[in-house]
């Protein structure tokens, strides 16, 4: 999609792509730019978070940094304009694409007519930019010293916990004296979350005296508007949270007296939490479990290390049941498949990408290894070291979370002995791998300290009979008490 629009001959605007397949919005992370900076194409200018993962931006064009158009921590719409570039500095006065007069409303078949004239027909893309009421046309307010929002927010639940307005935050005095309501008795100049705001508070927006550019009702005016002046005498109000900043994400601000905290449900997790509710509801889950003696198979583990064929790759147990799995769906390949619910048809995949569950700091992602049927032992460790490493890094892409087939997770590495996991969307399988402990186990008809892990296989019962989960489940535990069968079974 176009991510980029021209708003004069001077200014360009670049928009919030979409970085995934479908994606409808994404969180901004972190700006690595700020007004005045130079910037060239093909320059990281943000990271990103979609639903997916977290993704840097680079802008594809030269010039300087005008406008941010949204603080670090806002959700933005894919389309929606985030940063202005001023692509000719030095050539002269030229029109400020955020503070073009308002237009009247016009069809939309209008809109975005008239390149590098004046905005007629502009489609509004900041919170608040758009046409007031009054006939009387107004320059909209810039955005680009606005408040984290998150912030306020806070602000105001600390408010209302302790059972006091928030005080308003020190602005500086206006030049003339400040007159409340709007000016021209229109309405009261404000964006969408401060009239929400006003609302919330009981405060009606016309008693407001502004302090912002153009005369604009900030959070910080209606917060004053609700806190009057302290009489003398009286016990001085708490300070409001401090802003937040990257150290301190949004996401985990809280009142200092609270018993709860409560989390935006965004981003990465927003994204798990509706795909593991679309799974359990709608693919009938069937669980099978065995424990395995699996002393032989961290032998080999430990014999791999030395091997100088697998020098700089990382071997570890995974690795020996990631190929484990990948003979048994060999063996058994009707388990690789996919439930067309439009088509109402079950289709088989002939390659298998392995996806992995890692845990991030924004949450669980799934990236996959691609057809990691075709991969020799060392190409398969190569692969799960590079996957692991950019998950923990949160470079994971889109694309490596797309079209994953059957899923391994590792919850062993917690202590957990095993789980019942849920399936990955679109996928038919996933197994769970617990801790492998040093436990007594009969070998060789004597009770001797083996190592033995269990493992949890639930598939899709729609795709996967018992029988043919049974028998995947089953061929995986015999490799890893026996790995000589990777050579015999592969």
């Known amino acids: 999609m176009t991510t980029m629009t021209e708003t004069s001959a001077r200014f360009r605007e670049f928009k919030m792509p979409d970085v995934g397949e479908g994606l409808t919005e994404a969180e901004i992370l972190k700006w690595f730019v700020q007004p005045g900076d130079t910037v060239t194409d093909g320059q990281v200018v943000c ?37 202005a570039i001023d692509v000719a500095p030095g050539s002269g006065d030229a029109p400020d694409p955020a503070a073009a007069p308002a237009q009247e409303p016009v069809e939309p078949a209008d809109a975005g007519e008239g390149d590098g004239d004046a905005p007629k027909g502009r489609t509004p893309v900041l919170v608040g930019y758009g046409v007031a009421e009054s006939s009387t046309k107004r320059r909209p307010r810039k955005g680009a010293s606005a408040a984290p929002e998150a912030a306020a927010v806070a602000a105001a639940v600390q408010a209302e916990l302790n059972g006091h307005a928030t005080p308003a935050a020190a ?26 705001l006003a609302k919330d508070l009981g405060i009606d927006l016309a008693t407001v005296v502004p302090t912002g550019k153009g005369g604009v009702i900030t959070r910080e005016d209606v917060h004053a508007a609700a806190a009057p002046a302290e009489a003398p005498g009286t016990a001085p109000v708490p300070p409001a949270p401090a802003p937040v900043t990257a150290e ?23 994204a798990i939490a509706q795909a593991m509710v679309g799974s359990a509801f709608t693919a009938p889950h069937v669980t ?44 058994n390949p009707e388990v690789n498949a996919a439930w067309d619910e439009a088509n109402q048809e079950i289709v088989q995949k002939h390659y ?64 957990v002995d095993t789980g019942t996991p849920i399936l990955n969307p679109g996928e038919s399988a996933i197994l769970a791998v617990g801790a492998i402990k040093l436990q007594p186990w009969v070998h060789k008809g004597k009770v001797k300290p083996r190592q033995v892990t269990t493992l949890a296989l639930s598939f899709d019962h729609r795709l996967v009979d018992g029988e043919l989960g049974s028998k995947v489940l089953a061929d995986v535990a015999a490799i890893l008490e026996q790995p000589k069968r990777l050579i015999t079974w592969a």
Do not use: W, Y
């Open 352 to 415: 298998v990408n392995l996806g992995i569950a890692a845990a991030t700091p924004r949450g669980l992602i799934v990236p996959n290894i691609k057809d990691a049927h075709d991969k020799t032992l060392p190409q398969l460790a190569a692969a799960l070291g590079e996957l692991v490493t950019t998950a923990r890094d949160g470079k994971t892409s889109p694309a490596a979370m797309a079209g994953g087939t059957v899923t391994i997770t590792n919850v062993g590495v917690f202590g």
């Open 47 to 83: 990271e990103v978070e979609t639903a997916k993962a977290a993704v840097e931006l680079p802008i594809p064009f030269d010039g300087v940094v005008h406008e941010l158009r949204f603080p670090e921590g806002t959700t933005v719409d894919v389309g929606q304009v985030i940063i």
């Open 171 to 196: 602005a500086p005095a206006p030049s003339v004296p400040a007159q409340a309501g709007a000016p021209d008795g229109g309405r009261p100049l404000a964006k969408p979350p401060v009239r929400k």
């Open 248 to 270: 301190a994400p949004a996401a985990a601000v809280a009142a200092s007296s609270a018993r709860e905290t409560r989390i935006p449900v965004k981003g990465v997790r927003k």
């Open 288 to 331: 099978e479990f065995v424990t395995v003696d699996v002393t032989r198979t961290m032998k080999l583990v430990a014999e791999l290390k030395e091997d100088k064929d697998m020098a700089g790759v990382r071997v570890n147990p995974l690795l020996i049941i990631a190929k484990a799995l990948l003979v048994a769906i060999k063996r």
